[in-house]
């Protein structure tokens, strides 16, 4: 998966993530404002074809999840959905699971390259039973040919000697490869990359033909909302600023500016000082310097939006659309 590409990054006004997570899917469809708005209201869903799915079965597969997470999913009921975090025994957040149960099965949606780090710590065979095919000595215990072993699997799959604090769920670990989850040599299941990758190919022959609906993915990047949120804010200060002090400066001048093109005086704040003016006036000026590069800002950021990353920010502010 780590080329996979949605299709649905086709649908016009798409905008592909940047981030490293979401690679492969779409961060909005031209309006993420808009966007965000549907998926709450329960109008929209979220592009998760880049991300890995697992399923869960067994008749204890539920109450193996509610001991296991802190969710309570013993009496998940067929069709509803529930959101689940594995903790560690200090009580930190380890992983994070959005699933549903479909009466015989539990589906999980897990983060990219997830499905190793899973298989490798919750395998679905325990242990296997093997041979020995010629006389061995392992760490000082001996074993002779044609002896009876039985391998834990989740045991070998959480060895601090292959894999750096075992117990962890770590995404990205080197050496899934020596996982015995699907056990290993000769045996090794000749279908554990088609179990892989089955449900991403599901998943993505799916959200093909799903067109009709409306698509909603994460918002801007927090920094965008926040330079946005301060940009606005200093447009709008500084635009009072200047106004206040070319008032204070009009009062301190000699001659004032009270006159409104003689049709009425406007009361002034400041007393006739020259100094003052004088220092009034700078500071308008600069200031109004200050006003004009914060909209040749503005400007520029629109036209970011309407030709680099081709949403619907632009539009959406000549056209009135309300945000």
Known sequence: MDDYRSPLLDLPGAVASEGPVDAGVAAHYGDPLREQRQLAKGAAFVDLSHRAVVRISGSDRLSWLHNLTTQKLDALAPGASAEALILS????????????DDGESTWA??????VDEFIRLFPSAHFVTRWVDDNVNIQGIQFARSDTVIVIIPAANRDPNVYPLPGTFMLGRPGHSRSLSFSGGSHRCIGAALAQYELDIALEAFLQHRG???????DAPRWQRVAARVSHGALYAVTILV????????GAHTPDYSDWFGLFHVPQI???DKAAARTYEDRHIFFAYVLLALIAIHVAAAAWHRFVRRDRVTSRMIDGVPI
């Open 89 to 100: 025994p200090l009580g930190h957040v380890e992983h994070h699971l959005q699933l549903v």
């Open 243 to 250: 106004a206040v002090l070319g008032w204070a400066h009009s």
């Open 270 to 272: 400041t007393s006739p």
């Open 212 to 218: 009709a609906l409306l698509l909603a993915n994460s």
């Open 109 to 114: 949606h897990v983060e990219p390259g997830a």
